[in-house]
């Protein structure tokens, strides 16, 4: 029984990390675990992002290998905690890659 739920577990696990990512999927991504601090429309007018020093996204610059890992390890403040999130544990690759080109869009 044990391994039974095992094998389907993995199986959904590797479907999902290979079934290519939405626009809708993406946006629902961003909405959810970026735009508390980054602002739906990515420049940070947030009551959050503004306490924490979020950055606009539409002014940013950085390149794609930066913000993964932003993305991945996120910003530790001076005090020892978190300024942004880390997001490995939350996050898979495709999701990452997707989010990357998701908010690079907001630069346009
Ligand atoms: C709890 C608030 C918070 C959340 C949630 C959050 N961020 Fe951030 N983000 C920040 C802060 C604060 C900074 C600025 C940190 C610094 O560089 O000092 C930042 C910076 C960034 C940067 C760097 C921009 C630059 O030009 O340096 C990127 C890219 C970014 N965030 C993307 C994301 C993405 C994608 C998500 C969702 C997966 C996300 N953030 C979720 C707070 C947040």
Redesign the pocket.
């Known amino acids: 029984m044990r391994r039974t739920l095992c094998a389907i577990a993995l199986a959904g696990s590797l479907t999902l990390g290979h079934a290519a990512i939405s626009q809708d999927e993406v946006a629902y991504l961003?909405n959810k675990?970026?735009a508390?601090?980054?602002g739906k429309d990515g420049k940070a007018r947030t009551p959050?992002?503004r306490k924490?020093?979020?950055?606009d996204?539409k002014e940013?610059?950085?390149s794609d290998a930066e913000?993964e890992k932003?993305?991945l390890e996120g910003?530790k403040a001076k005090d020892g905690g978190y300024?942004?999130?880390a997001?490995k544990e939350k996050?898979d690759p495709d999701e990452i890659k997707a989010?990357i080109a998701f908010?690079k869009k907001f630069r346009q």
């Open positions: 961003f675990e970026c508390s601090c980054h959050v992002g924490l020093g979020a950055k996204l940013s610059k950085v913000i932003q993305i910003k300024t942004m999130p997001f996050l989010l908010i």
